[in-house]
């Protein structure tokens, strides 16, 4: 098993708990905080989505989905076009709305195909080139991958918790 074949399945692996966190949720239950200061199940599956779709553009040369197939306009969240969710205040995690589920999973589905795209050509001997050089030591592509991973596994957590919340009420 090649490096690729890893990721593949550790990305499909979030796409598939985004799925089984938001089937079947009303926009209500999307769109419920469990206390003022939380966040949605929303903003948590639409962050962890834009920082995947963000950083993977980023690394790969590749124009950010959000961007480049009009996502920014479907959601109309009244936040900069760049916005990824990163350090957002209460008021602006309460901006992060939608009306269904399935915009949200639109936009996450469009992102993980881009992802996978990118992930299904890449060679071991990529994984070494630096993507970012504002830390030290300079961010990997394969560090910046893993890391990713990690957000977006901790965030559908995150996600999956609030869920199991909601359901209990």
Same mark, same amino acid.
């Given at each position: 098993?090649?490096?690729?074949?890893? @990721? $593949?399945?550790?990305?499909? #692996?979030? !796409?598939?708990?985004?799925? /089984?966190?938001?089937? %079947? +949720?009303?926009?209500?239950? =999307?769109?419920?905080?469990?206390?003022?200061?939380?966040?949605?199940?929303?903003? @948590? $599956?639409?962050?962890?989505? #834009?920082? !995947?779709?963000?950083?993977? /553009?980023?690394a790969s %040369? +590749?124009?950010?989905?959000? =961007?480049?197939?009009?996502?920014?306009?479907?959601?109309?969240?009244?936040?900069?076009?760049?916005?990824?969710?990163?350090?957002?205040?209460?008021?602006?995690? /309460?901006?992060?709305?939608?009306?269904?589920?399935?915009? =949200?999973?639109?936009?996450?589905?469009?992102?993980?195909?881009?992802?996978?795209?990118?992930?299904?050509?890449?060679?071991?001997?990529?994984?070494d080139r630096?993507?970012?050089?504002?830390?030290?030591?300079?961010?990997? =592509?394969?560090?910046?991958?893993?890391?990713?991973?990690?957000?977006?596994?901790?965030?559908?957590g995150q996600?999956?918790?609030?869920?199991?919340?909601?359901?209990?009420?």
């Amino acid at each position: 098993m090649q490096a690729k074949d890893v @990721l $593949v399945d550790a990305y499909s #692996r979030i !796409q598939e708990e985004v799925h /089984a966190v938001v089937d %079947g +949720l009303s926009a209500d239950e =999307l769109n419920a905080r469990i206390d003022d200061e939380a966040n949605s199940i929303t903003w @948590l $599956v639409w962050h962890l989505t #834009r920082v !995947q779709d963000d950083h993977v /553009a980023d690394a790969s %040369g +590749l124009k950010q989905v959000w =961007l480049a197939q009009d996502w920014a306009d479907r959601f109309g969240l009244g936040l900069p076009r760049r916005d990824t969710g990163y350090g957002h205040t209460s008021s602006k995690v /309460a901006k992060v709305r939608v009306d269904s589920g399935d915009l =949200l999973l639109g936009y996450h589905d469009a992102v993980h195909e881009q992802t996978l795209t990118f992930l299904r050509d890449l060679d071991d001997d990529e994984l070494d080139r630096v993507v970012d050089e504002n830390w030290s030591p300079p961010v990997t =592509l394969g560090v910046r991958l893993v890391s990713v991973l990690s957000d977006d596994l901790q965030h559908v957590g995150q996600a999956a918790f609030v869920r199991g919340v909601l359901q209990a009420r």
